[in-house]
């Protein structure tokens, strides 16, 4: 039996008193459009619902659409009897969970109830979304069992690892003025409406020079990651170790366990005896999707409770046998590899563990907040009162409360 200490030491709860949300948000859509139209939904939402609900409810548009692509497009891949409207509901649950990201820290201001829980829990879907929204946005384009929906999935993880890797050394969550949450979103939405306009087939016609327009999409992403998104969170965190009197090396050397996760999964995915990419691409998404949950939170988890950044998480070392087990006729000489059937077997037993691993630890470690800040995560919990006796009359006074959610 795990206990909360596992998860959440008695330090970093007592660290919590120092917690600050900090961010920077370069986007000039997000600043002067997209500002307007959050500050008005917001209005739409009583003040009686949890911040962190409103985060739950917008993942779930992303799930439910997930859902609809494994029913309606299993293969990711569009038939002539695969109706139009799937791909407009991909776009507006894209799009309302995009909406509902940014209007839970607005929530949370407006009811008084922000929190370090806030962050995190946040943070949390954000990465989960990385995987299963990119699988929506492969099922969308139909980019089918293949290494395009591999790379979409690659990129999209990377990303965000970076962001909340600068984050925890920086202590500021910066979107640059091209960003994925704002610019990216924005993208994958008018795709998917196009999709549903024109049928995802119009992605795989040639665009230019002998390149789809597919192919064109990705290698903009790439493009994008290496010269936006990777650059400027080195910078920063180089800029912030200087100022601080830290090694830069050190900071470094914390991405190294993220080097070896897309290392395995790469190996695997290549090993000549493999047969994800071509049968279970979806399954081992999903496997990889949830370690990268995992990791991920466990980051900013590190982050708000100021304690030393978490190299490993043991949901990691499945991946890292699978890859040898993969790649082990040609590594070892060995007459062990998967079969189809029984890489299969592998990744769903690998599923089902993640699922619950991460499960028990996220309950946990909500537990411990909850109950060190004593708050609740999915409703707003009434203010206590004191009653104090004076004399003849009773006077009421707020409990004073240090918690705050965003």
Not at 107 to 115: C, D, E, F, H, L
Request: glycine letters at 8%; charged letters at 15%; aromatic letters at 18%.
């Amino acid at each position: 039996m795990f206990q909360l200490n596992d998860h959440v030491s008695e330090e970093g709860l007592r660290n919590l008193k120092y917690y600050k949300y900090a961010s920077i948000d370069k986007s000039p859509i997000a600043n002067y459009i997209l500002k307007h139209y959050w500050n008005y939904v917001i209005t739409l939402f009583p003040l009686w619902i949890a911040p962190n609900l409103i985060t739950l409810i917008g993942f779930i548009f992303v799930i439910f659409n997930f859902l609809l692509a494994l029913y309606y497009v299993p293969n990711l891949t569009a038939t002539e009897d695969t109706p139009s409207w799937i791909f407009f509901s991909f776009a507006a649950g894209l799009w309302l969970y995009s909406t509902f990201d940014n209007v839970d820290g607005k929530q949370a201001r407006r009811t008084g109830t922000s929190s370090p829980l806030g962050e995190l829990f946040d943070h949390g879907v954000d990465a989960l979304n990385c995987t299963f929204g990119a699988l929506v946005q492969a099922a969308g384009l139909g980019l089918g069992y293949s290494w395009y929906t591999a790379l979409l999935v690659f990129i999209t993880i990377t990303a965000f690892f970076f962001s909340t890797w600068e984050t925890y050394h920086t202590g500021v969550l910066y979107l640059g003025y091209i960003n994925g949450p704002t610019e990216g979103l924005i993208l994958a939405c008018s795709l998917l409406t196009l999709s549903g306009v024109w049928g995802p087939g119009v992605w795989m016609n040639e665009a230019y020079n002998g390149f789809n327009y597919v192919e064109l999409f990705l290698g903009g992403m790439i493009v994008l990651l290496f010269t936006t998104q990777i650059p400027v969170s080195l910078w920063r965190v180089y800029q912030t170790s200087k100022l601080k009197g830290k090694s830069f090396f050190e900071a470094l050397l914390h991405t190294a366990p993220f080097c070896a996760f897309l290392g395995s999964i790469y190996t695997w995915l290549k090993a000549p005896h493999s047969t994800v990419v071509e049968q279970h691409v979806v399954l081992f998404s999903c496997c990889v999707g949830i370690v990268f949950g995992r990791v991920s939170t466990k980051i900013i988890l590190a982050h708000v409770t100021k304690m030393e950044y978490p190299m490993f998480t043991v949901l990691m070392f499945p991946l890292f046998i699978g890859s040898l087990i993969a790649n082990s006729p040609e590594l070892f000489g060995t007459d062990v590899v998967f079969t189809s059937k029984s890489e299969e077997y592998y990744l769903m037993i690998y599923l089902f563990f993640a699922v619950v691993v991460y499960l028990h630890w996220t309950v946990v470690v909500i537990e411990s907040f909850c109950d060190y800040l004593d708050i609740w995560c999915f409703r707003i919990k009434p203010k206590k009162i004191d009653r104090k006796i004076e004399g003849e009359g009773v006077r009421i006074s707020p409990r004073r409360h240090n918690k705050r959610e965003e």
